[in-house]
């Protein structure tokens, strides 16, 4: 499960959307306006379109809840695991304040069974860092970050496309026919 396009393709795909047509409208010259008024109108354009990108990014994320179906799918399939694995006094959390793609594990294990559960839960599907509670975690975004990212990632190939089709308009539109 690649957790990003599982749980935000909708984000993603309303981001390349959304750049689409925020490309189509801002870079359209008009012949009447000077080119002031075509770089306000391109500017205003894109950032109004940028923060549509990054609140559907949240909503998605917070109050929809996506972000904690990912957090209770990930947690009950490391259970899974961990019964599996016949450690059922290991428990795993995902870290919730803020939300990341972090488990933190907490029991009765020896040094051996912690460092291989460390390595298996690794390969947990969209976690991105295991560590034990009393021993110190490395750095992990927070997921909300991670998905606007992406989003704004997805809207600048939204204004790229855009771009390219404005381009090759403007190309073709010497020729008439």
Known sequence: MNFLWDLYWPVITAAVVIGVVAGRIGFRKDKAVGR???KRKRSLTVLIATAAVLIIAWVWH???GTGERFARST????RKVLDDWEMAPVQAAVVRSPLKRSLVLSGPADSFQRSELVRILNDVPGVGEVHWADSG???ALPLL???ELAALISFGLGLLLAYLLEL???YNAQWSW
């Open 137 to 139: 975690s490395g750095f």
């Open 168 to 170: 090759r308009r403007r």
């Open 75 to 78: 947690e009950q399939f490391t």
């Open 145 to 147: 970050l991670e998905v």
């Open 62 to 64: 917070g109050p929809v």
């Open 36 to 38: 002031e008024a075509y």
